[in-house]
Nanobody
Framework: QVQLVESGGGLVQAGGSLRLSCAAS???????????MGWYRQAPGKQRELVAT???????NYVDSVKGRFTVSRDNAKNTVYLQMNSLKPEDTAVYYC???????????WGQGTQVTVSS
């Protein structure tokens, strides 16, 4: 089992920046089995959507709406994934969830979520 704990959410004005962090913990085997980590978000009344992912090897993927504004990165030594969010817009307001995927079982692990609110 893997536990994910997010931090860094909050309230920011449009055009501002926030940095989210997500630390993974668990057994050595479970941690080593993680391949992709990333971030999803869910706004009120909407489905959860992928924001950005990064593999163990550093390959990244972004939803079109955040390209050029958000950057996902990863510190494998600290088992931590980050999401740097710049030029935030009110439509970025959502609960952001950290996600990790087991490379062998494709099991999904989720954090508890952190609220990001962007005021206009």
């Amino acid at each position: 089992q893997v536990q994910l704990v997010e931090s860094g959410g909050g309230l920011v004005q449009a055009g501002g920046s926030l940095r989210l962090s997500c630390a993974a913990s668990g057994s050595n085997r479970s941690i080593k089995n993680i391949n992709a980590m990333g971030w999803y978000r869910q706004a009120p009344g909407k489905q959860r959507e992928l924001v950005a992912t990064i593999t163990n090897g550093g390959r990244t993927n972004y939803v079109d709406s955040v390209k050029g504004r958000f950057t996902v990165s990863r510190d494998n030594a600290k088992n931590t994934v980050y999401l740097q969010m710049n030029s935030l817009k009110p439509e970025d307001t959502a609960v952001y969830y950290c996600n990790a995927v087991d490379r062998y079982t494709s099991s999904d692990y989720w954090g508890q979520g952190t609220q990001v609110t962007v005021s206009s």
